[in-house]
């Protein structure tokens, strides 16, 4: 039986070969056949968590609510030492210096990533701002949010504070950051569904020893990961229920 693998499409690019990696060295540590299938967007890959066409998945805090209450997921691991944390930035040339002082009709560029967006939008609330008197333009990428600003279209981007981070040196040196969130608790995890459930423990000690043998390391950090630490269920619970908060 051959299970099917995921990654959240908001994913590094820089890193897609170490999900690949990694995928073919769970496939070797597991004995199992496992399918890494990526998604261009968040709607493709949510129609396959629709039909049951994923069995283990590394989600997005947004998409882990889902997963966890609808789908029957369970938590399995999550990133040691990260969070996810959003950037809300402007061209280096912008005078605005302070969110506060952003006005309404801002055009703000955003990805489709959802957690991303929900920080971004609670980072504008000094400005007054909302989704009601700002222009929206969706991107593909978050370096199509960068070009958007670049070329003036844009006033705002949100960024994934790593995506920021994984923008060349020049691209970077063109914009200036107004505000980083801080709520160190959103993060992405790695869950398993039903069809894999039976295999969890299983699963859990091959993740967590990936630290303690070379070739482990060399797949993390294809990654860029550090290493895994075990989720519990009442982790994922309190990210749910802190976002509930957040979006309220």
Known sequence: MSFQFTVSPDFTPDHIS?????????????????HLE??????D???AIKVDNVDLIYANPFDAAMLVREKGFKP???????????????HADNHVEDVAHLQEGVRVAVTEDPDVHMMGMIMLEPADLNVTNVEITPCDSYVLVAKQLL???????????EAHHDLSAMV??????????????????????????????????VL???TSEEKGQ??????GIQGWGKLEQEDVEFMIDLMSTLVE
């Open 151 to 161: 070329r003036g279209t844009s006033d705002v981007g949100f960024f994934l504070e």
């Open 76 to 90: 399995l691991v999550k990133p040691v030492g990260e969070s996810d944390e959003a950037i809300v930035a402007v």
């Open 172 to 205: 970077r040196d063109q914009m200036r950051t107004l505000v980083t969130s801080q709520i160190q608790i959103i993060q992405h995890v790695l869950l398993v569904g039903p069809a894999l459930a039976n295999r969890r423990d299983e699963l859990l000690h």
């Open 45 to 47: 890959q949510r129609e």
């Open 18 to 34: 170490g999900w690949y990696i990694f995928n073919t060295w769970l496939q070797h540590q597991t004995n199992s056949a496992i």
């Open 38 to 43: 990526m998604y261009n967007d968040f709607h």
């Open 218 to 223: 060399g797949v993390l950090e294809s990654m």
């Open 208 to 210: 967590e020893s990936m």
